[in-house]
């Protein structure tokens, strides 16, 4: 079967990059797929993570003010995907042009959508003025209607179903990054969070609760890794509660395997999510989790006080409670991470990427 992946970029270190190196890998490697990635304006030939060798690339580029660049774009993938006549396209890509490309591309073949963030990717603040309440409730209308169009609409979560209307609507998480054979012993006095520096990931509510953290446990350190954003201003709020000498600020590592299996604790403080991948990568480690409640993902990933700890989302004393809650209870701690480990193996790779093969054939049959 030939498959073509469209998306934006492969070559960073967010999720989507990760897990589209899981599923395209596995599906060239174990199940023979032909699969090839249509890019748009990459300009790095080297990709953060491990793709299968047997994956093709093909880049579009397109410069220009907007009508330029979106003609070239559309006129570019139109003879792109004619070449290589596929038979399931995926459409990877968040922004608004991803929904418009059945209709961009005359609808060649069978054709998926896979969306990896929550509507909620929407807000980039806590206010909001009018003129933006309205370019949002115009941008979910275009949505809506270009979203019918495709055979599948596929979201993270069961969560993530309330926020679409359509009847082609179908689940499948993201896999598993890993599942090692050693554990994390739980020892350290580390809590770990990962992710890009963002309104979404929420640190700023995260150092908040790390005060009252700080406060009783002051040999506990915080380790955040991710793409650092100097405008978040992270540094300065550190600086003004106090906390700044048990806070690291990292950017993205390769071998954030290590970094999981060094942490006692992992939090994640989103305002928002797709899934939170996050999460499961922790949980393989036996780290347990503490997180908001946040749309969406957690609750999907969590049960709560038994493989991990749900927090109401944006209360950040009952993140702060939950933190030393497990910090305290080195037992409890413990049964914790077991259960998470445990738990988590529901999204080993080859089961959740022989949902997507299984997908992929029905789509093929029609």
Known sequence: ???????????????????????????????????????????????????????????????????????????????????????????????????????????????????????????????RSVLSKISTSLKFGLMNFGGKFYNNFVVLTKGNLNEWKFKNLKVIPNPLSFYPQDKSSLKNKKVLAVGKQSFQKGYDRLLKSWKAIYAKHPDWSLDIYGTISKKEGLDDLANDLGIASSINFYPPVKNIADKYKEASIYVMSSRYEGFGMVLTEAMAYGVPCVSFDCPYGPSDIITNNENGILVKNNDTDGLANGINYLIDNDEIRSEMGVKARENVQRYMPEKIVEKWHVLFKSLKRQ
Request: net charge positive.
């Open 1 to 127: 079967m030939k498959l073509v992946y469209i998306v934006n970029r492969i070559d960073g270190p967010g999720g989507l990059e990760r897990v589209l190196s899981i599923k395209a890998s596995l599906l060239a490697d174990k199940h023979n797929y032909d699969v090839h990635v249509i890019t748009l304006n990459q300009d790095n030939d080297t990709l953060f993570y491990d793709f299968s060798p047997k994956i093709s690339y093909h880049n579009i580029i397109a410069s220009g003010n907007p009508l330029v660049h979106t003609y070239k774009y559309i006129f570019e993938l139109r003879k792109m995907v004619k070449k290589l006549n596929p038979d399931v396209i995926a459409v990877c890509d968040d922004g608004l042009k991803g929904f418009f490309v059945p209709l961009i591309l005359g609808k060649p073949c069978p054709m998926i959508y896979e969306r990896h963030v929550s509507k909620n990717v929407a807000l980039v603040n806590e206010s």
